[in-house]
């Protein structure tokens, strides 16, 4: 969850790292008792995410900047939609600006993207979820980012489930069940159990050990629908693997109930916003 804590946190480090020793530029060019009156715009399309994130750029340089008619997250806009308004004094909006427009431009990227992927599943029993290939430190506004873009998140990391991987096995040692089962000895009765394979003969072993979800990896439709119907209900089903735009609704209609998309976190870029001056005529 993206806590009111993780921001104060992010958000300070980012400004710090921006501006170690002050604005230079705003001290050296903007009088004190300017003030500046911009707005939040977007130059495209997109699925808003990050507001709070934003609110706080301002705020943490400057408490008498306000942010108003702020975007909620999840909100579709369209090129030049007005998405907020700041206003105060103007040094502290020109130091803020690019920290929020950085949080703001990333966290819509992700929401954005992750919208695509949703309605293009449209119509199927289907989650889509994101991964752990987040930007290192951001993974808590990216996660946030895909709900915002109506998707779910998986693990947060990995001190929130298990996920057992061949390489997990292979160190393990003994057979498939046996191995599992005395993972499943080993944690809490409530710890989720997930268990990644990438062959059909895999499956019967891992569900003899009473799994909770089984990995699907990188396989083809045909074989996740074969997959899907010999599981049986048995445990949850989640495909991932090379997940794209293309093949999301052919994935979909394998009646997987998870599909698990990197590309959400890892390829999403940045959307183009920006900081646009407004007049009292434009209000």
Known sequence: MLTHHAITAAVTAALNEDAPWGDITAHAAI????????????REPGVFAGGEVVRA???????????TGLAADGTRFDAGDRLALIEGPARGILTAERVALNFAQR????????????????????????????????????KHAVRAGGGHNHRHGLSDAVMVKDNHLAALGGTVTESLRLIRSRVGHTT?????????????PVLAAGVDSIMLDN?????????????GG???????????????AAIAATGVDVISVGKLTHSAGALDLGLDEITEAAL
């Open 31 to 42: 009088p004190a008792d300017a003030r500046l009156r911009v707005a939040l715009v977007a």
């Open 57 to 67: 750029a301002f705020a943490l340089t400057d408490p008498a900047i306000a942010v």
């Open 107 to 142: 966290m819509c990227a992700v929401a954005t993207l992750t919208a695509r992927y949703v309605a293009a599943a449209e119509g199927y029993d289907v989650r889509i979820v994101d991964t752990r290939k987040t930007t290192p430190g951001l993974r808590v506004f990216e």
């Open 192 to 204: 989720h159990i997930e268990v990644e394979v990438d062959r059909i003969d895999q499956i019967e």
């Open 219 to 231: 396989f083809a439709p045909d074989q996740l629908r074969e997959a899907v119907a010999l599981i």
């Open 234 to 248: 048995r445990a949850a089903t989640e495909a991932s693997g090379n997940v794209s735009l293309d093949t999301v």
